[in-house]
């Protein structure tokens, strides 16, 4: 009988992690150094990936950094290769990076919807292709895991891009799960809620975090470690046969 310890553990996997400097990137970093994979971070600034990567070798975790905008195809295709290099093949890809703007429809910018699918749709499926492509389906195996939003799954008010962008991450994971499952792939995508980070301070802010937590099940935010135990289950053996779902990390705020 497999323990649930060994099905849980990465020792010997490696993962390459965008927007892993901060945030719910660098929570699924701590978790799946913690349990043994060799890390790569990416982000655009050198200096948040600097700290990470202090803060996570302290914790005893493997981990290097590659500095990229995943806007750019060109960032994309240097940090797949460099990645592929310095882990000597990708097990595990964390799609993370994104950003969200908030406006009414009808004033909404094009510019910001622009850059919003760029990087949070345009960029995962690159990223993905080439992983795939150059790593996993010539190793006959991978885990990649998209980070969609509960906003992907609802029609919130005045972030219409950021809903429409998530929800594309949705279906993109349906897509490539099915496509790529014949290759030992499983793609799958967590959808948080409302989570402490520096992409949601402003909308905690202006909304009040007591009156957020009031609003959810559970009557609280999501934390530092709340993000976790979803996120090595679908990277470890143990998810092995869960492929093409969306699992909401929310307190049960999508099911009222």
């Known amino acids: 009988m497999t323990k649930a310890n060994e099905l849980f553990d990465l020792s010997g996997k490696t993962a390459l992690i965008t927007g892993g400097s901060r945030g719910l990137g660098l929570q699924i970093a701590e978790v799946l150094g913690d349990n043994g994979a060799r890390l790569v971070i990416s982000s655009r600034k050198e200096t948040d990936l600097q700290d990470a990567k202090a803060h996570l070798e302290a914790r005893g975790i493997s981990v290097d950094y590659i500095v990229a905008d995943n806007r750019k195809d060109d960032d994309l295709v240097a940090l797949s290769d460099q990645s592929i290099a310095k882990l000597g093949r990708v097990d595990i890809l964390v799609n993370n990076a994104g950003a969200t703007w908030g406006s009414p429809a009808v004033d ?93 301070a402003g909308t905690l802010d202006a909304l009040g975090r007591e009156n957020v937590a009031a609003q959810n099940p559970l009557g609280r935010i999501g934390g530092s470690e709340d993000l976790k135990g979803a996120a090595l289950l679908y990277c470890s053996d143990a998810g092995s046969m869960i492929n093409g779902t969306t699992l909401a990390i929310d307190g049960g705020l999508t099911a009222i």
């Open 108 to 200: 909404h910018a094009m510019e910001a919807w622009d850059k919003l699918m760029d990087l949070n749709v345009r960029s995962v499926f690159r990223l993905s292709q080439l992983i795939a492509r150059d790593s996993m389906i010539p190793n006959g195996n991978g885990r990649i895991l998209n980070l969609a939003s509960i906003a992907g799954l609802k029609g919130n008010k005045g972030i219409v891009a950021y809903n429409t962008s998530k929800a594309a991450v949705v279906n993109l994971t349906r897509a490539l799960a099915h496509e790529w499952g014949e290759h030992g792939i499983t793609v799958n995508a967590l959808a948080p809620g409302m989570f402490e980070s520096k992409m949601t």
